[in-house]
């Protein structure tokens, strides 16, 4: 089966730090996602990505994040001046296209602010 | 907002037994789809139902949708051990860029 990888796996990080989550979508697919798992909590849609731009995003991504494709294969989440509060499983996710197909996610990346 | 919603938060049971869990949503939908995840772990898909379908089976799993009722559940039969996970139902909405939006999730716990 074809994968979603993230890289890091866990990153630890001081608060106020910048910090970049990496992620390769399957190769063919067009709309990409960030989702947030806070420990114990359910799973949080943070920001879609279609056509090189952001197509929606939820009230958690305010100024601090943002996302980007750089070289057509990666998409970054990038969260400036972290927060102790923005530690969290973060989950990258792709899909080929929207009928009624499923979502490919990542293993994560557990972020921990210090 | 179009969010799925599980009960029992909590369920333990003997291994061999079967497994229910239901989640209910609030809007119209695409389909739902039901993840399991391990303690700390990803997110591991385990099936797809469509606004169309009423039922649909993958091994141990039959997952129902009653789209009259914004319901689902998801039944685990002949449980094991290696099933003990969170699982979670998410929604796709039928406009925009189709986000998933999960529920709370069920704690599942099999004890051998």
């Known amino acids: 089966e074809p994968e979603v990888t993230q890289t890091p796996s866990h990153q630890v990080t001081q608060m106020g730090q910048e910090v970049i989550l990496r992620c390769v979508p399957i190769?063919?697919?067009?709309?990409f996602y960030w989702y947030r798992q806070i420990l114990g909590q359910k799973v949080e849609f943070l920001v879609s990505?279609?056509?090189?731009?952001?197509?929606?995003k939820s009230e958690i991504f305010d100024d601090q994040f943002s996302v980007e494709r750089p070289d057509g294969s990666n998409f970054t989440l990038k969260i400036r001046s972290t927060k102790l509060e923005d530690s969290a499983m973060y989950f990258c996710?792709?899909?080929?296209?929207?009928?009624?197909?499923?979502?490919?996610f990542g293993q994560g990346t557990r972020l921990t602010v210090v | 907002s179009q969010q799925g919603e599980e009960d029992p938060q909590a369920l333990s049971i003997q291994e061999g037994e079967n497994a229910t869990m239901n989640c209910s949503y609030k809007?119209?939908?695409?389909?739902l789809q039901w993840y399991r995840q391990n303690s700390g772990r990803g997110l591991v898909h385990l099936i797809l139902?469509?606004?169309?379908?009423r039922e649909k089976h993958s091994g141990r799993l039959r997952v129902t949708l009653d789209t009259s009722k914004k319901s689902s559940s998801l039944l685990i039969t002949a449980s094991r051990a290696a099933d003990t996970a969170s699982y979670f139902c998410a929604t796709d909405g039928v406009q925009g860029a189709q986000k998933l939006v999960f529920g709370q999730g069920t704690r599942l716990t099999i004890n051998p």
């Open positions: 990505f279609y056509n090189n731009e952001i197509s929606e």
């Open positions: 809007t119209s939908i695409n389909n």
């Open positions: 190769s063919n697919h067009l709309y």
């Open positions: 139902i469509r606004s169309n379908e």
């Open positions: 996710a792709s899909r080929g296209d929207l009928l009624g197909t499923r979502a490919f």
